[in-house]
């Protein structure tokens, strides 16, 4: 079946340094999404991105996706604690609009 | 309050016995999902559904059922669990071209 392969798998960070994630797929996706889960909570739906080449903000977090439409990453500026928690990417490959393939998530740890 | 509510919460059983999880929304959604997450391996889709009576098999659909009677229930079925279906289990639901996938707060399962 379909990957969405993610990396890094753990970042261990000091608080007011930069995160990034990164998501590759070997086929071209329709969209992908990000999402964050804290520590012994749910995942939190952050955004969806569509178009080759999109970028959006919200705050400290920067979206990207590439110009193929087949990678994606989550750059966070100057993190913070509160920033704590395993973050996901989501890949629609447009078969169907219900299935997603999940990354494996890249766990964020911030030294105060 | 919209939310998906998932019961029960915690579950401890033993191989064979079936066990149904329920799932609820209350926002009228048309999508719902099931996912499975387990430690090195992400979220993995189970099944999900577009609609009533309208249901899908995921990435790793063996050993369970589902059924979509109602729009705002989804319940997931375990007709004879195996040790290796204990897991943390999460369902999911979002509106029909909506970007935004709402998770319930999960279910920890352990089969004996």
């Known amino acids: 079946g379909q990957q969405v392969m993610q990396i890094p798998q753990y970042q261990h960070v000091q608080e007011g340094e930069d995160f990034t994630t990164y998501c590759n797929s070997s086929?071209?996706?329709?969209?992908i999404q990000w999402y964050k889960q804290r520590p012994g909570g749910h995942p939190v739906f952050l955004i969806q991105l569509v178009k080759s080449g999109e970028v959006k903000k919200q705050k400290r977090l920067t979206f990207q996706f590439g110009e193929a439409k087949k990678n994606s990453s989550l750059h966070i500026t100057a993190t913070q604690t509160t920033d704590v928690g395993t973050y996901f990417c989501a890949a629609n490959y447009g078969g169907s609009q219900g299935n997603l393939i999940f990354g494996k998530g890249t766990k964020l740890s911030v030294k105060p | 309050e919209a939310q998906v509510t998932q019961n029960p919460r915690y579950l401890i059983t033993v191989t064979g016995k079936k066990l149904t999880v329920t799932c609820s929304q209350n926002?009228?959604?048309?999508?719902m999902s099931w996912y499975r997450q387990d430690p090195g391996l992400g979220l993995r889709q189970i099944y999900y559904s577009m609609n009533v009576e309208v249901t899908d098999k995921g990435d790793v659909p063996e050993g369970y059922k589902v059924s979509r009677k109602e729009k705002r229930n989804f319940p997931l079925i375990l007709e004879s669990p195996s040790p290796n279906q204990t897991s943390l289990y999460f369902c999911a639901s979002r509106i029909r071209g909506g970007e935004t996938q709402y998770f319930g707060p999960g279910t920890r399962l352990l089969v004996l």
């Open positions: 086929t071209t996706l329709s969209n």
């Open positions: 926002m009228n959604h048309e999508y």
